[in-house]
C-alpha cells in the first residue's frame, strides 16, 4: 500500500524559512515521481514543485514559489523535501505531497492534473 506522510508545517513569520518532509512507504521509492501541492481556504488546489528519480534528474516549480522554494529527494531515508524560504503570507495553505510512477510527464503536466497517489496533508501557516 503507497503511504505518504507529510510533516514539519507550522506558523512562521513573513519572511521566514520551514522544511516540509514527505516520507513514502509501500513502493520502489527512487522510480516514483513526488510532487507538493498546496490549498489554501476557499481556493483550488496549486501545484507548486515536483521532481523526479535520481536517475532522470529533473525539478519543476511553480512560477509563484520559484527561486524560494527548493525540491529534494534522499533516497536512503524513502523521504522528499520541500525548503520553503523567504515565506509570505499568500503561502498559507495546506501543503500535500503526492507520488506517481513512471513514464514521466515533463514540464507543469503534474502540477496541472496532479498525481496518483496523496499524503493528508501538513498546515503552513505564513503571519505578516
Known amino acids: 500500500e503507497v503511504q505518504l506522510v507529510e510533516s514539519g508545517g507550522g506558523l512562521v513569520q513573513a519572511g521566514g524559512s520551514l522544511r516540509l518532509s514527505c516520507a513514502a512507504s509501500?513502493?520502489?521509492?527512487?522510480?516514483?515521481?513526488i510532487g507538493w501541492f498546496r490549498q489554501a481556504p476557499g481556493k483550488e488546489r496549486e501545484g507548486v514543485s515536483y521532481i523526479t528519480s535520481s536517475s532522470d534528474g529533473r525539478t519543476y516549480y511553480a512560477n509563484s514559489v520559484k527561486g524560494r522554494f527548493t525540491i529534494s529527494r534522499d533516497n536512503a531515508k524513502n523521504t522528499v523535501y520541500l525548503q520553503m524560504n523567504s515565506l509570505k503570507p499568500e503561502d498559507t495553505a495546506v501543503y500535500y505531497c503526492?507520488?506517481?510512477?513512471?513514464?514521466?510527464?515533463?514540464?507543469?503536466?503534474?502540477?496541472?492534473?496532479?498525481?496518483?497517489?496523496w499524503g493528508k496533508g501538513t498546515l503552513v501557516t505564513v503571519s505578516s
Open positions: 509501500g513502493f520502489t521509492f527512487d522510480d516514483y515521481a
Open positions: 503526492a507520488a506517481s510512477p513512471p513514464p514521466y510527464y515533463r514540464g507543469s503536466y503534474y502540477l496541472t492534473y496532479g498525481m496518483n497517489y
